[in-house]
Antibody
Framework: QVQLQESGPGLVKPSQTLSLTCTVS??????????WSWIRQPAGKGLEWIGR???????NYNPSLKSRVTISVDTSKNQFSLKLSSVTAADTAVYYC???????????WGQGTLVTVSS | EIVLTQSPGTLSLSPGERATLSCRAS???????LAWYQQKPGQAPRLLIY???SRATGIPDRFSGSGSGTDFTLTISRLEPEDFAVYYC???????????FGGGTKVEIK
C-alpha cells in the first residue's frame, strides 16, 4: 500500500520561500509510469493544482504559479519536494502531495499539511 | 484555459435518494482525462472516477460517471450516510499540461 507523507514548516514569513517534502513509502517513487503532484487548498475553498514531476525529472507547473514554483525529486530517498518563493498570505493553505496517473487522476494522497504565511 | 463549472453548489438530499452532480467544461475535454473526487472534512480527496466513467479501486458501484465533450455527470444511485461530502471534478489538459479542478458540489443531508 503506497503512502505519502508531507513534512515541512507550518509557518512561513511573507516574502520567504515555502519548502515541503513528500516522503513516499510502500513502493518505489521510480516504479511505474506515475507523476508526483502538489495540490493545495485554502481553508474553506477548492483545490488548486500546483504542479507535478515525473521521476525522470520532467516537470509541469500551474501557469499561475510557474514563476514561483520548483518541484524536485530525490529517488534515493523516495521523496519529492516543493519550493514556493515570495509567499504572501494568499499562499496560506493545506498542501497535499499525491501520486498522479498520466491521465490526471490522483489515487494516493498525503494527509495534507497546513502552511500559514504570517509574520 | 479550460474552466470547469460544477452544479449545483449544494445538493440537499436524504439517505437512499439518488444524487446527480454536473460538471461542465468551457470547452471540449477528452473523456480519458476527466476524474471525480470525494472529500470529507479534514481529509484528503479520494479518487472515485477516472476516464469519466471508470471506478477507482475499492469504489462502490453506487458511484458512476458518464458524459463526454463538455458535459459530465457523477451519479450516486442511493446515498449512504458516508456519502455526504464535497465532490470535485478535475480534468487534465495537455496544452499546456495542467490539471484543473471544478469548484465543488457539497452533498448535504436534508
Amino acid at each position: 500500500q503506497v503512502q505519502l507523507q508531507e513534512s515541512g514548516p507550518g509557518l512561513v514569513k511573507p516574502s520567504q520561500t515555502l519548502s515541503l517534502t513528500c516522503t513516499v513509502s510502500g513502493g518505489s517513487i521510480s516504479s511505474g509510469s506515475y507523476y508526483w503532484s502538489w495540490i493545495r487548498q485554502p481553508a474553506g475553498k477548492g483545490l488548486e493544482w500546483i504542479g507535478r514531476i515525473y521521476t525522470s525529472g520532467s516537470t509541469n507547473y500551474n501557469p499561475s504559479l510557474k514563476s514561483r514554483v520548483t518541484i524536485s525529486v530525490d529517488t534515493s530517498k523516495n521523496q519529492f519536494s516543493l519550493k514556493l518563493s515570495s509567499v504572501t498570505a494568499a499562499d496560506t493553505a493545506v498542501y497535499y502531495c499525491a501520486r498522479t496517473h498520466p491521465g490526471g487522476g490522483s489515487d494516493y494522497w498525503g494527509q495534507g499539511t497546513l502552511v500559514t504565511v504570517s509574520s | 484555459e479550460i474552466v470547469l463549472t460544477q452544479s449545483p453548489g449544494t445538493l440537499s438530499l436524504s439517505p437512499g435518494e439518488r444524487a446527480t452532480l454536473s460538471c461542465r467544461a468551457s470547452q471540449s475535454v477528452s473523456s480519458s482525462y476527466l476524474a471525480w473526487y470525494q472529500q470529507k472534512p479534514g481529509q484528503a480527496p479520494r479518487l472515485l472516477i477516472y476516464g469519466a466513467s471508470s471506478r477507482a479501486t475499492g469504489i462502490p458501484d453506487r458511484f458512476s460517471g458518464s458524459g463526454s465533450g463538455t458535459d459530465f455527470t457523477l451519479t450516486i444511485s442511493r446515498l449512504e450516510p458516508e456519502d455526504f461530502a464535497v465532490y470535485y471534478c478535475q480534468q487534465y489538459g495537455s496544452s499546456p499540461p495542467k490539471l484543473t479542478f471544478g469548484g465543488g458540489t457539497k452533498v448535504e443531508i436534508k
